[in-house]
């Protein structure tokens, strides 16, 4: 994907970075006695994947709690929550439920949870997060009433009676959820950790990565220390920390390779699932609502105006046109007001859109990072927005066509983490013009992704003196049929030059191997002929081997 050399047969590595790429024949001249040589045998290596939204650390930690993803009746949600009635732990959580996918069509409450646990506090979210139940117990526990009143930004859900059902809405979860036992920072560690192995097994060498408090920030901090984080993070961090982030004078690009400040993301709707996206007409299928707009016009201007003068990125988290207005209003007015140079803004997700705003997109230089599984779970958009205004959900080919640059990642634990299921729902998307060509589904998820962080000159591509973050797969994405692209085997992850994940189906590739020494390269080796390879697409996708060489030598540098 190196537009200088779109494809290649071999690769050569030198400590963390790429240092050439080119034929069998001319890489293995770089080899000596001291070469590691992996022959990959006709696989398939791509610049290593970059999620650009994700919540890594959350992901790991919800490991520990009810995953409900697949629960299909409010009974079974039921029969879970009561399984967990007698561990040890206080509270009992969880995430994934979807009253759409539920045999009943409804809305857990309160009721249903006191049935299996009347004295135990359970708080569970829903699939997108903006949407949790809590038992009586919870509401108890957080002092929530009939005289409760709504936070703002959040709706509690009540009955005839005024009575609360247990559904809080966006900003009304974190009544809550205060009250919830924090994790320790050794459990943030062991959470970021056990997802960032699930990471590199999916082909992932980077996330963007949103991070809920201190905590997870420290943990990637201490593991990164201590040599022990997988792949790399960019992060954002919630307003709420933006005191401490200015007093301490950190701007965007802060850190290293492995973990560096992005800046900051902020809420302004909620989610279609939950009838929470900031609309501008009313959902079809409940008329009398437009969602929810966590900020006002005024306040989020206020918000974005001070992260855009302290030099931080902002990721706008907006789906609801209504938002995304919001959002490009925002943005404009720091733009006119106190320009930078190169600010590169973004909106997360971007998910109901109109030809005007994909306008406004492009003149403001906005970034569109959108999850391409959402077009997947999001199976009932019609029902939600209406014939005519579904066609603008999730406008990935619009963006395109329209010179948006347009980065992905999938919201994970929202969305499945795996990369190539992103990549097949941009090109598989069916009923729809906004289906996208493997090519551009790829590079939203290498190219465009290192340009979204300010890292297109050591990410994204396979390059000369580019970091050495490579994915092996046991097939093309180009070649196979496009419904069958997240089936393709992750054989190996490269993240800075060493194999952070090795398949148990991949064979055994090393030809030769000495004892390490204080510099290393390497090099990617292919069986297949150049002349075969070198095709006039720019695309890595015959980058086919990677050789480890362990070098004495001194002298190499980077362009």
């Known amino acids: 994907m190196d537009s200088t050399r779109p494809s290649a047969e071999a690769v050569a590595l030198f400590g963390e970075h790429i240092l050439a790429i080119g034929s069998n024949k001319t890489i293995k001249q770089i080899a000596d006695s001291e070469t590691q040589i992996v022959d990959l045998r006709g696989a398939t290596v791509l610049p290593g994947f970059i999620d650009c939204h994700s919540h890594l650390v959350e992901f790991g930690l919800s490991m520990r709690n009810l995953d409900l993803r697949e629960t299909r009746s409010i009974e079974e949600l039921k029969s879970l929550v009561s399984n967990k009635t007698t561990e040890a732990s206080r509270w009992i959580l969880g995430r994934g439920w979807d009253q759409e996918q539920f045999a009943e069509r409804r809305y857990p409450a309160k009721y249903d949870l006191d049935e299996v646990s009347p004295d135990k506090p359970v708080f569970l979210r829903r699939v997108c997060g903006h949407i949790a139940v809590a038992n009586s117990a919870a509401l108890r526990e957080a002092k929530i009433t009939s005289a409760t009143t709504d936070p703002v930004g959040g709706i509690i859900d009540r009955d005839n009676s005024g009575e609360p059902t247990g559904i809080l809405r966006e900003q009304a979860t974190d009544l809550v959820e205060r009250y919830i036992p924090e994790p320790s920072a050794e459990d943030c560690e062991t959470a970021a950790l056990a997802a960032g192995r699930i990471a590199v097994g999916a082909g992932l060498t980077s996330v963007h990565c949103i991070i809920s408090s201190e905590r997870e920030l420290r943990a990637l901090l201490n593991l990164k220390l201590e040599g022990r984080l997988p792949l790399r993070f960019y992060v954002f961090i919630p307003p709420e920390q933006m005191g401490a982030i200015k007093q301490l004078g950190l701007t965007r690009g802060f850190g290293d390779d492995w973990v560096r400040l992005g800046g900051i993301k902020l809420f302004v709707d909620g989610s279609l699932g939950a009838r929470t996206a900031a609309l501008e007409a009313p959902y079809t299928d409940q008329k009398d609502n437009r969602g929810v707009a966590i900020y006002t016009q005024k306040d989020l201007d206020r918000v974005v105006a001070e992260c855009h003068l302290e030099n931080l990125q902002v990721a706008i988290h907006a789906i609801g046109d209504r938002a995304i207005a919001m959002a490009l209003d925002s943005v404009r007015k720091v733009k006119s007001g106190a320009p930078h140079k190169d600010s590169r803004h973004r909106i997360e997700h971007a998910s109901v859109l109109n030809p005007e705003l994909v306008h406004l997109f492009k003149h403001l230089e906005v970034i569109a990072s959108v999850q391409p599984h959402f077009v997947v779970s999001d199976f009932w958009i019609e029902q939600r927005l209406g014939r005519e205004r579904s066609k603008y959900a999730y406008s990935f080919s619009s963006l395109l066509r329209a010179g948006v640059m347009t980065v992905a990642g999938s919201d994970c634990p929202i969305e499945p983490l795996s990369p190539l299921q992103g990549i097949q729902a941009a090109v598989t998307r069916p009923g729809s013009d906004e289906a996208i060509g493997v090519e551009d589904a790829v590079k939203m998820y290498t190219r465009n992704a290192a340009y979204a962080s300010f890292e297109e000159k050591t990410k994204g591509t396979i390059s000369p003196g580019k970091l050495a973050d490579m994915v092996v797969l046991s097939r093309d994405p180009y070649l196979v049929p496009a419904n069958s692209i997240k089936q393709i085997d992750v054989l190996m992850t490269i ?28 090099v990617l080796k292919s069986n297949r002929k150049e002349d075969r390879n070198l095709q006039t697409r720019q695309t890595a996708s015959q980058q086919t081997a990677f050789i480890k060489v362990y070098s004495t030598r001194d002298q190499l540098t980077f362009a």
């Open 495 to 522: 993240v800075g030059g060493r194999i952070v994940y090795s398949s148990p189906s991949c064979p055994k590739l090393v030809k030769k191997e000495h004892n390490a020494t204080d510099r290393a390269s390497s």
